[in-house]
Structure formats: C-alpha cells, structure tokens
C-alpha cells in the first residue's frame, strides 16, 4: 500500500509539473531580447490587428503650431467711443452664447464729464448767451434802419444769429448725449466685459461678436515652407479636420511666419483661442511606409517603435524613425522595411505585457 501511494504521489507531482508548463506555455511573456510572446488567444482578447507594409512616396509634411481664430469677415469687437458709465438697454446686456444681429444696440455709454469740463462748458455757454445778445440786437438795430442799411448785411447778421443759437444747444446737448454700442457683425457674444454702472473706457474690449460658423486657422512657422495648399488640423482629442490655404504672412511676428488656413468642412464645437497642430503639405517628397498613429510607441530609451509580427505568436520591437503625414498616420522613413507585418491595433496593450 506504502508503495501504491507513493507511486500516486509522484504521477499527481508529474501531472501538475506538465499542467504548469501547459500553463506557462499559454501565457503571453517578454522575452529578455524584449520579443513577446502572445499567444492566438491572448491576441483575440487584446483585438490585435496588423497588416503588411508598403513603400510609397507621399508629399512632404510639417508639423505647425496653431490655434483657432475667427474669420476675419465675421468677428467684431465692440469699444466705447468715448468714457462714460456703461448701462444696459432694454431687457438687460446680451449673456454669452446670445445670438445678435448686425445693429443691435448691446448697450448705452452715458459721457462722464469731469468738473474741469463742466466748469469749462459753463463759461463757453455764458460767452456763447453774451454773443447771442449782442448780435440779436444788432440785428434789430438794423431791421430797424433796414431802409438805408443793404439787405446783405442783415442776412449776415441773420445768419451770425442762427450759427450762435446752434452752437448753444449743441453745448447744452453734449453732456446728456447717450451713446449706443451696436453689434458691428451678425453673430453670437462670445465674450463680454459689461457691468451696469462700470466706466467704459475708449480702448477697453465691452463685447466681441463671432460667428461660429466661420472660424480660421492660424498656424506659425518657423522656416519659409513652401506649403502646397492642402492642411488637416489635429486636435488634442484626436480629432482631425480637413482645412484649406489661405495666405502666408510676408512679416515676421516672434521670428515666426503666420500661415492661415480655412476650415473646408463645418467648424462646430470649436472655439477662439483653441490650440491644435496644422499638418501642411509641401511641395518636397518623403519615401516611406505609412502608419497608423497607434502603431508607433515611445520605448522606455524615448526612441520611437513599432512591433513586428514575425510569425503566428511572436511580436519583435523595432525602433524606427518617423515622420508627420496626416492627422492619422505617421510616415517611417527608416527603420522598418516594405513587406513587413506590422501592428496597427492593440499595439499599446502589446507593449505592457511583462
């Protein structure tokens, strides 16, 4: 009986060594020359897609930082003339987001005027009183003798009257003269600085009016590219849009050259002021094999990399030198040749396995 079991013993100790490596065999693993192995169910868990490369030549492309802008032909800003206490017109400012029409009023600018001025305004019009008099009586004097005084001369002192009495109530209309602030553009407000009862100033910002469907691209160089007219903008959630040339500064600004671009498809949930990177086409060519942005990892030596399928379960890592392309691929122009199978999905999840 001793014997029996011992013999079990040893055949249960020999099955569970062969299930471990059974176990270990099926286990995705690095290996220390950093190849993978993945077995076919791990990469159907992990979605693991590749697909052979192919060497074409492809047009130039530079990476350009750029922002949003509003299209010049549909922003305005809306600035006070002159200072004066900011109130509100009927129903209250336009919040932000409010859509407005070329001349509606946004605001009434009431002119402050300093004691300086009134006292100034004051003797002006006690000057303008004295004048008045004096040449409405003269003009009587001469209505009076008109018989041997020439018609000219009480015209003149008719229309001397006239020009005196309007310059008075001009100065007694100055200082209640209201001004409006009118939208200058078709638009909604995208931002506002207005508070009832505030002192505008000439050159402070009280509205900017955009349109939000018109939106430009401006993007800065630092090199004169010669750009051939064909752009995409990448956002910073991955989104990409088509845009198109629009013209290139001829003066530096920050020893940098502004490019703008247009928008070619709708320009929705952007905004003025976002960041973005402008991929623009050049008239140069670039020979390489072209990517998804997703095949390519930074390795830990902050090399750039992409994996090589070489047969059914095992991933090679190679280090390879990219190049921008579009918004969705990457261009490798050394590095990885043509004919190779390489991973464009789940390559991510690939590179944590240990």
């Known amino acids: 009986l001793a014997v029996v079991a011992a013999v079990g013993l040893v055949a249960t100790a020999a099955m569970a060594e062969k299930a471990r490596e059974q176990m270990a065999r099926d286990m995705a693993q690095r290996f220390a020359d950093g190849a993978l192995f993945v077995p076919k169910s791990s990469q159907r868990i992990l979605s693991i897609r590749t697909e052979f490369t192919e060497s074409k030549a492809y047009p130039g492309t530079v990476e350009l930082p750029g922002r949003v802008i509003p299209d010049p032909g549909g ?62 009586r003269r003009l009587e004097r001469m209505k009076m003798i008109q018989s041997v005084v020439a018609r000219a001369q009480i015209e003149d002192a008719e ?69 051939s007219g064909e752009a995409t903008a990448r956002f910073a959630d991955g989104r990409a849009l088509r845009l198109s040339y629009r ?23 952007l905004r003025a002021g976002q960041l973005l990177t402008v991929l623009a086409q050049t008239t140069e060519e670039r020979v390489g094999v072209a990517v998804p942005r997703a095949a390519v990892l930074r390795g830990a030596n902050g090399q750039s990399l992409v994996f090589e399928h070489t047969n059914a379960e095992r991933f090679v890592p190679r280090e390879v030198r990219v190049a921008p392309l579009d918004g969705a691929r990457v ?24």
């Not at 003066?251 to 070619?264: T, Y």
Request: zero cysteines; charged letters at 20%; aromatic letters at 4%.
């Open 159 to 227: 229309l001397e009257l006239s020009g005196l009495r309007a310059r008075r109530a001009n100065l007694d209309r100055a200082p209640r003269h209201t001004e409006d602030l009118v939208a200058p553009v078709s638009g909604a407000v995208a931002a506002l600085a207005a508070v009832a009862g505030q002192m505008a100033e000439p050159s402070a910002i009280i509205f900017q009016i955009v349109d939000p469907a018109r939106f430009w691209v401006e993007a800065l160089s630092y090199e004169a590219q010669p750009i």
């Open 247 to 269: 013209g290139m500064g001829l003066a530096e600004r920050n020893q940098a050259i502004p490019v703008q671009f247009g928008f070619e498809e709708g320009a929705k949930g």
């Open 331 to 354: 261009l490798i122009v050394s590095g990885l040749e043509a004919g190779k199978r390489v991973v464009t999905q789940g390559a991510e999840l690939l590179n944590q396995i240990r």
């Open 75 to 136: 922003a305005g800003y809306v600035q006070a003339s002159v200072v004066g206490r900011l109130m509100p017109p009927p129903g209250g400012f336009p919040r932000l987001g409010t859509p407005v029409k070329a001349g509606d009023v946004l605001a009434h600018v009431h002119p402050a005027v300093g004691a300086a001025d009134v006292t100034s305004q004051q003797q002006q019009a006690r000057d303008l009183d004295q004048q008045i008099a004096v040449a409405q």
